[in-house]
């Protein structure tokens, strides 16, 4: 199922366009395709300023180093997200630690939040993973109550909304990535950080660029991490579509959970305060490996986000860590399927028959089932 070459064959002259308009101009970095965009993409999530960067990871690290989190503090996060998470936390100097997910959302337990804090932390790191938000409003408090800074990692969430509002605009920053295979994907690499904090607007700026003010004036130690202009380009045109093609993964998702067996399979949970983007749909079973491999056998291509908790990593073997057995379960049982705005409905009952198939067998070998609590 080649969806990024659908993508490229619907919006291709567009495209085409935008990069001819880039490569006419003789501009290639921090001009006025990178400009438009971070203030498109800004006022779409609902926040005053965007600063476009390399990646969602330098996003992130970007947004704690911006905001003065630095060596001896502590960043709460969880144990169940892309490793690059927990990477910007240390790469900004900082020490992460964990609290547990929600079972239903893998998104972060909030009523576990404020027992993690210490007089160390200084910020926290909510992931809105798979393209569900996290309980935004009760880590807003708690932050508030303790003077802590609140970052959004909404590399995975592009157009989710907590209630009314987008996930990136209600902390004090929120980080997003544009690899290709998310629901706003460049041809490479890119990111941006949107916040309505303007002194944070303009430090961002300085630190994607060495931290230089001014030519040759250099405030502080900054990266070199800039948007190019072919990226912000491409984004901007598929921005336009984000929307439709959210809808779209919403209706497969819906057609997902019509079609797959609830009875022998946790399915995907939406809380009633937010809009899921499933940029990951996502099943659990005590089965899984066996699940994977049989679907693979049929040519189904799923995967698995995330396999181990980010402190069980090799990298991460120095650093203490309570267990998280949420997070842990999750780890062993989460399955991606596919989901994309550019698959038919014929794949997407082809894939709920094969999933179904492989779990009947299961069922009569009398060998494992859905797990879950609160799972469809």
Not at 294 to 323: D, S, W
Request: glycine share 10%.
């Amino acid at each position: 199922m080649q969806f990024l070459k659908r993508e490229a064959d619907m919006i291709g002259d567009e495209l085409d366009a935008a990069i001819t308009r880039v490569v006419s101009s003789g501009w290639y970095v921090l001009g006025g395709e990178v400009e438009s965009f971070e203030e498109e993409f800004s006022q779409y999530v609902g926040a005053d300023y965007g600063v476009g960067v390399n990646s969602g990871s330098d996003a992130l690290m970007l947004a704690l180093m911006s905001m003065g989190v630095g060596a001896g503090s502590e960043v709460i996060t969880v144990p169940l997200t892309f490793v690059s998470t927990a990477d910007s936390i240390l790469k900004s100097g900082a020490s992460p630690v964990f609290v547990d997910i929600e079972p239903d959302t893998y998104c972060m337990d909030v009523s576990r939040l404020e027992s993690t804090i210490t007089k160390k932390t200084a910020a926290i790191v909510p992931v809105h993973l798979y393209g569900h938000p996290v309980d935004m409003s009760p880590v807003m408090d708690v932050a508030r109550k303790h003077g802590i800074l609140v970052v959004e990692d909404a590399c995975q969430a592009h157009g989710a909304a907590y209630r009314s509002a987008r996930v990136g605009s209600i902390g004090h920053a929120g980080c997003f990535s544009f690899y290709p295979t998310k629901n706003l994907g460049a041809l490479g690499d890119a990111g941006m950080v949107v916040t309505s904090d303007q002194q944070l607007s303009e430090k961002l700026r300085m630190g994607r660029n060495h931290g230089q003010s001014s030519r040759d004036v250099h405030e502080f130690t900054g990266l070199n991490s800039r948007l190019d202009e072919l990226q912000a380009a491409i984004l901007r045109v598929k921005l336009a579509y984000l929307d439709e093609w959210n809808e779209k993964r919403r209706a497969i998702a819906r057609r997902y959970d019509e079609l797959l067996d609830g009875s022998l399979i946790g399915k995907p949970m939406e809380k009633e305060y937010a809009t899921h983007v499933y940029h990951q749909y996502i099943i659990r079973h005590e089965k899984r490996d066996e699940i994977r491999v049989r679907l693979g056998e049929m040519g189904i291509n799923v995967l698995v986000h995330y396999p181990t908790p980010v402190y069980r990593q090799r990298a991460y073997r120095g650093f203490k860590a309570r267990c998280c057995p949420n997070a842990e379960k999750a780890c062993r049982e989460v399955l991606s399927l596919p989901v994309s705005p550019w698959m038919t409905d014929d794949e997407v009952q082809l894939v709920a028959s094969s999933v179904n198939g492989v779990l009947s067998e299961i069922e009569r070998r009398g060998n494992g089932g859905p797990s879950g609590p609160g799972l469809q």
